[in-house]
């Protein structure tokens, strides 16, 4: 019997990397906190997965406001007020201590020095870091966040000292270089800049939320190395949603790692 020679080849090709597109059709992208990034119902412990660097955040503020209290952002006469000064950002310390002001972008964001303060960090974290960490993931989240406080304490303590170098006899400078600085507002405004690329037209968010700061600076009374923070965190937003999500696409590994293609050539002679 004659044996039919078989020439085969395979060839196997896995899935492509897929796009999932979260673009909201909205002009303001927020989400409810019980809803998924379709704005439809979910389930408490769904939203809480889906959502667990906000969840964590607020869980750990309100705990620390509870045991600890409120710090105050000049004095470290008590012992609250000592072991919150440690943790705040000092805008002297970028120069004079470096080790402890790159400490303090991972301990000054989780205190508060005022109820109005704490009250509008949980607003803000409520609506917009919620709304942005169920679209964009926790990872992003948590990249805007440290990364918005790390650049606004050292562009913002940078130019304090500046200042000083230059002209030590301001009054508003010295001021601002006197007191710390604490609190999680500056990280909801880096999440406000990314989650305007889920909006409809981006810059409208953009353009409201500097519509608001200037209120806030101008009649509200917040002061300028406050308010400067917060737009430096909202521009950096921004642009990091520029490369993390461009135009509202969250670019994705497939789920699914198995091959797709089988293709056997064969012939016989």
Not at 211 to 220: G, K, T, V, Y
């Amino acid at each position: 019997m004659d044996l039919i020679p078989f020439k085969g080849a395979i060839m196997l090709t896995r899935t492509s990397p897929q796009r999932t597109v979260v673009k909201s059709e909205s002009l303001f992208p927020v989400l409810w906190p019980w809803n998924d990034a379709e704005s439809c119902r979910s389930s408490m412990m769904d939203s809480v997965r889906a959502r667990s660097f906000t969840s964590f955040y607020l869980l750990a503020t309100l705990c620390i406001l509870i045991v600890i209290g409120l710090g105050d952002p000049r004095l470290c006469d008590t012992q609250v007020n000592a072991l919150i000064c440690s943790a705040a950002i000092w805008p002297t310390e970028l120069f004079t201590a470096p080790h402890e002001f790159v400490l303090s972008w991972f301990t000054a964001p989780w205190f508060m020095h005022a109820v109005d303060q704490a009250i509008f960090c949980t607003v803000g974290f409520l609506v917009f870091t919620q709304s942005y960490e169920c679209r964009a993931g926790t990872k992003n989240t948590i990249i805007l966040c440290l990364g918005g406080t790390i650049i606004a304490a050292t562009l913002v303590s940078l130019g304090l000292n500046l200042g000083h170098m230059f002209s030590p006899e301001n009054e508003w400078i010295n001021d601002s270089l006197a007191r710390s600085w604490m609190g999680g507002s500056v990280a909801f405004y880096a999440t406000i800049g990314g989650l305007a690329h889920f909006a409809r037209t981006p810059w409208l968010m953009i353009g409201s939320t500097a519509i608001f700061e200037a209120w806030n600076h101008f009649l509200n009374g917040i002061s300028t190395a406050t308010s400067s923070a917060h737009m430096i965190a909202l521009a950096f937003g921004f642009l990091m949603g520029l490369w993390l999500h461009p135009n509202g696409v969250l670019p994705t590994e497939s789920d699914d790692d198995s091959f797709t293609e089988l293709k056997v050539p064969h012939g016989g002679g």
